[in-house]
């Protein structure tokens, strides 16, 4: 398994204000992935990041609103930009276990809340 | 249609009932399948992976119907620490990254 850190664990932010959230792997992985889940709702994919390449982002979701940065093996950033009050949510980093059969390892997520 | 659907639940059962869980899928082409848990205010965690032969862990036994495209999670002699979030997820790997899809979550309160 992989030991996955995020931070913040949680804040608490302005409206137009930018909040960037930071996840540690304790081993080098070549995909991490990050999610959002709104208050009472499922996991949904944000975009893939991968290192020395632009992220992937899945439709609904746009590189200006959710830049993503992924300097090396164990790191990447997700920033959100620009946050309204329907940002609020929990934003999960996530990589997916060696061999790549698709079972996932979550950080502690970061619990966002924009006033 | 949600590409992954579950039962909304919710299931309040009492300890020691046996309880489960149904989940489709759509797209056919999904190779991997999971059961995953989700407790309340923090990040989902995998319970067990879910094969066409069906397997089994201990109070927990998972099936997959390939041909109806059919998951279900099956929980026996519940517990109160069984109480969360049950979701089911589907990976396909149509790039080098995959994507697993989640579906809405099941959730499970074991009563005394």
């Known amino acids: 398994s992989a030991v996955i850190s995020q931070k913040p664990s949680r804040d608490i932010c302005q409206r137009g204000t930018s909040l960037t959230i930071q996840c540690q792997v304790d081993?080098?992985?070549?995909?991490m992935f990050w999610y959002r889940q709104q208050p009472g709702q499922s996991l949904t994919l944000i975009a893939t990041a991968n290192q020395g390449s632009e992220a992937t982002y899945e439709s609904g979701f746009v590189i200006d609103k959710f830049p993503i940065s992924r300097p090396n093996l164990t790191f990447s950033t997700l920033t959100v930009s620009n946050m309204s009050p329907e940002d609020s949510s929990i934003y999960l980093c996530?990589?997916?276990?060696?061999?790549?059969?698709?079972?996932?390892?979550f950080g502690e997520g970061s619990r966002l809340t924009v006033l | 249609r949600k590409e992954v659907e579950q039962d909304p639940g919710p299931f309040n059962v009492p300890e020691g009932a046996t309880v489960a869980f149904n989940c489709t899928y759509s797209n056919s082409a999904s190779q991997s399948f999971f059961w995953y848990r989700q407790d309340c205010r923090k990040e989902p965690k995998l319970l067990m992976s879910?094969?066409?032969s069906g397997n089994e862990d201990g109070r927990f036994t998972a099936q997959l119907n390939r041909a109806s495209q059919y998951i279900s999670l099956l929980i026996r002699d519940s517990k109160l620490s069984d109480s969360a979030t049950y979701l089911c997820v589907v990976f396909r790997r149509n790039t080098n990254a995959g994507k697993s899809t989640f579906g809405d979550g099941t959730t499970l309160t074991v009563k005394p």
């Open positions: 081993s080098q992985v070549t995909m």
């Open positions: 879910v094969y066409s």
């Open positions: 996530s990589v997916v276990k060696q061999g790549n059969t698709g079972e996932l390892f």
